[in-house]
Every structure is written in C-alpha cells, then in structure tokens.
C-alpha cells in the first residue's frame, strides 16, 4: 500500500536533508515536510533533497501532522520527527504490519549516541507497555483510522503521539515492531540525560494527572530553558 511519510519541522536544517535521503532510500508514495514557520534554511534543504513541503498555518507539531495528512496522498500515513532515521526496510515492514491486519504501530527505539543511560532507556522501548510510547518511536497508522479518529488533538502541545496511540488502541489494532529507528540525542547532551529523563517521566505524570498542556509545557520550559 502507498505510504505518506510526514515529518512535522521548525528548525531543522540541520538535520532535514540526512532524514530525507535515509527515507528516499524506499518506495513511498511521498515525502511531506510540514514546517511551523521555520527562519532556517529547512525547507530549501527539504526540497532539495526531493521532499514536497507545506507551509503549515500555525506552529504545532499535532496542527503540523494533522495538515499534512490533509495533503497527503498515500494510504498508510507515516509520521516521522525530523531528527530520527526510520530502519532501512521500514516500508516493508510497515506493508507487512498493514497486510498482517494491523491497523496502526511503531518500531523501537534507539539514540545515535552509545552512552550506557541512553541505551537503558531505549531498551525498554520494546515492550508493548503504553508508557513507553512516545512519538520518537514514529507512527504509522491505516488513513482511514486517522480519519476516523480525526488526527491528533491539536490542543495537545505536549504528549500528542501517546494520547494519539491510545485513543487507536482503544478502537484498533496496535503493533510493535521489532525494528528499531535512531534518534537524535541532542536534547540529552543539551541539557543531561538524567535531568531530561527525570523531565519527561515528570510531564509523563502530570498528564495523566489531568494538568492542563498549558502548564505543562510551562513546567517544562521552567525547568529546561
């Protein structure tokens, strides 16, 4: 089945064209850049490296996604950060998830760093366990699912990929792949990998405690930048 690959961007010149040529690499029907209003070269590099880009209306990685997938062409919607490279074999992996009858899934994780906390934490990304699902890991989902569903909940500015995977598994089937993609640890070595972790298991909590994604992405703000 065709497969639309949507990467939501804001600044991401630096790591765009790499994320394009790795996907280039398989046969999708298109290759969507949906950029928040970046002031870097991302969407020349994006074009160059043969992506078609969207300016989208406001910034937000959920309003990105969800209008992308308003333009997208394919019947497989994938959603991919702009700093993670998918597995070399991810459009067969994902047609073989879809013809198995899976309606929605994502691969494992891993960091483009080898430091030993990094790896634990990838680790645990194998388990089909909800709280290790983040948007990191990648999404790719049935259109029709998405639609059904009506995409990602664009009040959502923080934890838009969990809520998005458990509102599919409440109504769909949900895969985790074997595969793994590789992710930018540029955040960790930014700002520590413990202090960061600590950070994500904190708003993790928070949400689920009912915060509101105001105070949310105030917390963690306050406690990163």
């Known amino acids: 089945m065709s497969i639309s690959v949507i990467i939501p961007t804001y600044n991401e010149a630096g790591y765009i064209a790499e994320t394009i040529e790795k996907i280039s690499a398989n046969s999708v029907q298109e290759i969507l850049v949906v950029d928040g209003g970046s002031g ?14 969207l300016k989208c209306p406001q910034k937000g990685r959920a309003v990105q996604m969800n209008y992308g997938a308003r333009h997208a062409r394919g019947k497989i919607l994938y959603f991919l950060h702009a700093d993670t490279h998918p ?22 994780l891993s960091f483009d760093d080898d430091h030993f906390l990094l790896q634990f934490y990838s680790w ?19 259109r029709n699912v998405f639609s059904d569903l009506r995409g990602f909940q664009e009040d959502h500015m923080m934890m838009e990929g969990q809520d998005m995977v458990r509102r599919i598994k409440n109504s769909y089937s949900f895969v985790l792949l074997d595969d793994t993609v590789t992710t930018s640890a540029r955040k ?38």
């Open 188 to 225: 960790y070595r930014r700002q520590g990998i413990v202090k960061l972790q600590l950070v994500f298991f904190l708003i993790f909590c928070l949400h689920y405690l009912g915060i509101s994604q105001q105070n949310l992405v105030y917390i963690y703000n306050g406690l990163l930048y």
């Open 124 to 142: 645990f990304t194998r388990f089909d366990i909800d709280a290790f699902r983040f948007g990191d890991q990648s999404l790719f989902v049935d």
């Open 40 to 53: 870097d070269k991302t969407l020349s590099k994006a074009r160059t490296a043969g992506a078609k880009t």
């Open 87 to 108: 597995p070399s074999r991810f459009a067969t992996c994902i047609n073989r998830a879809i013809a198995d009858g899976y309606d929605a899934g994502c691969f494992q």
